[in-house]
């Protein structure tokens, strides 16, 4: 359904840091740089068919979080959602919400880590068995 998912930074560099060391963790490798015909440096991670984008806004206006919005992650096992949520706290973002584990629902059992990133973009690493 989606092609990709792109986020803002007002620090593309700390961001690069934040990202490659986060999505290596899932496998992502070096990201793609792009720098515009206005000069804005935008970072592509291709992945699995899809692609996790952060780019310096064009429009010249701060990057800013959206409010209500989260970027989830498909993680492997309920080890790599505690490990995202590790890494992403080692790497500047912080841990929001309940503690990394598992939450009863709807969809049944899903392991769940909520981090935001340096420019406040909130991240969920999901794990859903069966």
Known sequence: MFSHVMVGSN????????????L????????????????HVRL?????GSMFCVTQPINGEPACHANGGTVGFKCASPEQVQQFHD??????GTSIEDAPGPRQGALGTLHLAYVR??????????????
């Not at 620090?11 to 490659?20: L, T, V």
């Not at 290596?24 to 000069?39: D, H, K, M, Q, T």
């Not at 990133?117 to 069966?130: E, H, I, Q, S, V």
Request: include cysteine.
């Open 11 to 22: 620090d593309i560099e700390r961001s690069k840091r934040f990202y490659d060391a986060l």
């Open 24 to 39: 290596g963790l899932l496998g992502a490798g070096e990201p793609i740089r792009n720098v515009s015909g206005s000069g």
């Open 44 to 48: 592509f991670y291709p992945h699995d």
């Open 87 to 92: 890494v992403a706290v080692a790497h500047g």
């Open 117 to 130: 990133d340096p420019d406040g973009n909130k991240l969920c690493a999901l794990y859903r068995a069966g």
